[in-house]
């Protein structure tokens, strides 16, 4: 019998990939300037720009196949793997914090809780005690009772002047998220990465849990793929339907946005699994396997530099700047005005950005320098 495989190539570079696209959308030359599909939609809808974290979301819950799967298989102590997860889990949201605090500086009080990294961890520290504890007949109910229970708080719970149950200014989630965080949150309303949305968020780390384990135990060669595309295709169509019912909208993180971008991870996941571990074929994935080899590092820092580019400390003709608004409309813009529109203009600046980063994945790759937490 064929051993399990203990690592996949191609959910590196899927990682990767999902790095890549997360910097381009963080960093346009001018936020008024952006292509379309590379922003997020106002409210319901998705876009280019909405897949990218749900995607991040998914491939954490296919790797935790692999990670937690070598960890039981040795017969690793299951306190010391559930205190393992409890670190990184706090890691990733304080670390989170620290890039609330760069972006929020000076301004320190109203800084904003709740983010990206913190949702992470959170989605991290649950999914991997469902994982340890519920057979996976149990995690499809759990799924289930996740998305379903976070529909019914959302159309059914009552709110004195709601405007309809899924409305951009009144929701429940926005109402939890003003009376816990006050005015720390994104917008007056609520906040993308709040805390209602982390439970179908939990939601999509199973699925990609459920991908995981199909990939490392394969009942027969090319059985995988075939069931990723099958379920890649059945979760999009149902969630298709039920965005009828039930809008797709990634600020909420509904059922019908989970098995959406679900559906479309599971299709991705099964052309790269397809592509470079099965059919071998990594030159062209090269600048994605060395993004996903340092997936964290490479978005922290990438994030905290932007940040730090942001702040005035800058001195031009004797005004004080930024270096990012140097960078771009002082130095790269005259150069191109003539030759893009503002739109082309502004995602050279976000690729710009993206290739500098690729090039630092690349050095700390083939020094094998990997920073996890």
């Known amino acids: 019998m ?41 409210w319901h809808g998705c876009t280019l720009a909405d897949v990218v974290f749900p995607f991040f979301i998914f491939i954490l819950g296919a790797a935790m196949a692999f ?106 989630a926005g109402v939890i998220d003003q009376a816990v965080f006050g005015r720390h949150i994104l917008t007056r309303t609520g906040d993308p990465e709040g805390i209602l949305g982390t439970l179908p968020a939990v939601g999509t780390a199973l699925l990609g849990l459920f991908a995981g384990a199909r990939l490392r135990r394969p009942a027969s060669p090319g059985s995988s793929d075939r069931s990723l595309v099958a379920a890649g295709l059945a979760l999009l169509a149902v969630g298709l339907v039920w965005g009828r019912i039930l809008p797709v909208n990634k600020s909420l993180w509904t059922g019908s946005f989970v098995a959406v971008t679900s559906g479309l991870a599971a299709l991705l996941l099964a052309v790269f699994h397809q592509l470079i571990d099965a059919g071998g074929h990594r030159r062209w994935a090269r600048p994605f396997l060395w993004l996903g080899f340092n997936p964290l590092a490479v978005y922290f820092l990438s994030e905290l530099v932007g940040h730090v580019l942001d702040l005035p400390w800058l001195r031009i003709d004797g005004r004080a700047t930024s270096p990012r608004t140097w960078i771009y409309w002082d130095a790269m813009r005259p150069l191109l005005s003539t030759r893009l529109s503002e739109e082309a203009m502004s995602l050279t600046y976000a690729v710009l950005v993206t290739v500098f980063w690729t090039g630092v994945a690349g050095f700390l790759y083939h020094r094998r320098w990997r920073f996890q937490v």
């Open 2 to 42: 064929k051993a399990p495989h203990q690592h996949l190539a191609s959910l590196d570079a899927f990682r990767g990939m999902t790095i890549a696209a997360m910097i381009v959308v963080n960093n346009p030359g001018n936020w008024n300037a952006v292509f379309a599909p590379l922003t997020h939609a106002d």
């Open 67 to 172: 990670a937690l799967g070598q960890r039981l298989d040795r017969g690793q102590d299951v306190r010391n793997v559930l205190a393992r997860i409890g670190w990184r889990a706090a890691a990733l949201v304080v670390l989170g914090l620290v890039l609330n605090a760069a972006a929020a500086y000076p301004a320190f009080s109203s800084m904003r809780i709740p983010g990206v990294l913190q949702r992470i961890g959170l989605v991290y520290l649950l999914a991997a005690v469902i994982a340890i504890y519920a057979k996976p007949w149990q995690r499809a109910i759990v799924v289930v009772a996740l998305l379903l229970g976070h529909w019914a708080m959302l159309a059914l719970v009552p709110l004195p002047g709601v405007l309809g149950a899924y409305g951009q200014q009144h929701n429940v």
